[in-house]
């Protein structure tokens, strides 16, 4: 099936530092989200891009929908405390079937 | 409801028990999707309903997995002769229309024992 490579798993920052993760995949997609996941929550979408080349931000988050429609970045800038979790992306291959492909996951972990 | 239900948020089952999990998606939300999240792992898709049509089982990772949907609304995952490798996060989402994205709940935690 359809995989998404999410880089990196994981990461070790300091407080007020900017944050850059990206998925990549071998086909297009349709539709990029970018989700968080709090431990025993379920994932919540922070941002979702629709068309190739597009650059969204909510906020201190800022995502684009890659040209080729086979890539997608997410990054946070200023990082504070309660940005720990894990980001995950997701995509949608086609209108017929919304099932989401969900990346791997990237850790985010704030030092003191 | 405001957001998407699930219950029981945990379960602990005995290895071989039949064990049901319940998905109360937002209503008015036409799609309905079950996901497992193993530990530190990623979403592994499962099943999808979508309005009328026939759902979409091609995740269901073997016919020990079954999944209903009444009435549009209400979703029942269920899993027979539980194994320990099924213990797992089982998270249910659903969405009005792929413009808003999908709302997933808390899920429910299942330990086989």
């Known amino acids: 099936g359809q995989q998404l490579n999410q880089s990196p798993q994981s990461m070790f920052i300091q407080e007020g530092e900017d944050v850059s993760m990206n998925c990549t995949s071998s086909?297009?997609?349709?539709?990029w989200l970018w989700y968080k996941q709090d431990p025993g929550e379920g994932p919540v979408l922070l941002i979702a891009?629709?068309?190739?080349?597009e650059l969204t931000s909510n906020g201190r988050l800022t995502a684009q929908f890659g040209i080729t429609r086979k890539d997608s970045f997410l990054n946070i800038s200023a990082s504070i405390p309660s940005d720990v979790g894990i980001y995950f992306c997701?995509?949608?291959?086609?209108?017929?079937?919304?099932?989401?492909?969900f990346g791997t996951g990237t850790r985010l972990t704030i030092i003191p | 409801g405001a957001g998407v239900s699930q219950s029981p948020s945990n379960k602990v089952t005995e290895k071989g028990k039949d064990v049901e999990l319940r998905c109360d998606p937002i209503?008015?939300?036409?799609?309905l999707y079950w996901y497992r999240q193993s530990l530190g792992q990623g979403l592994e898709f499962l099943i999808y309903?979508?309005?009328?049509?026939?759902?979409?089982k091609s995740g269901l990772p073997s016919d020990r997995f079954s999944a209903e949907r009444t009435g549009g609304s209400v979703s029942t995952l269920t899993i027979q002769r539980t194994q320990q490798e099924d213990s797992a996060v089982y998270l249910c989402?659903?969405?009005?229309?792929?413009?808003?994205?999908?709302?997933f709940g808390s899920g429910t935690r299942l330990t086989v024992v």
């Open positions: 989402a659903s969405s009005t229309s792929r413009v808003r994205g999908y709302t």
């Open positions: 086909s297009i997609f349709n539709t």
């Open positions: 891009l629709y068309k190739a080349g």
């Open positions: 997701a995509g949608i291959s086609n209108f017929g079937n919304e099932k989401l492909t």
């Open positions: 209503s008015g939300h036409t799609a």
């Open positions: 309903f979508q309005g009328n049509s026939a759902p979409d």
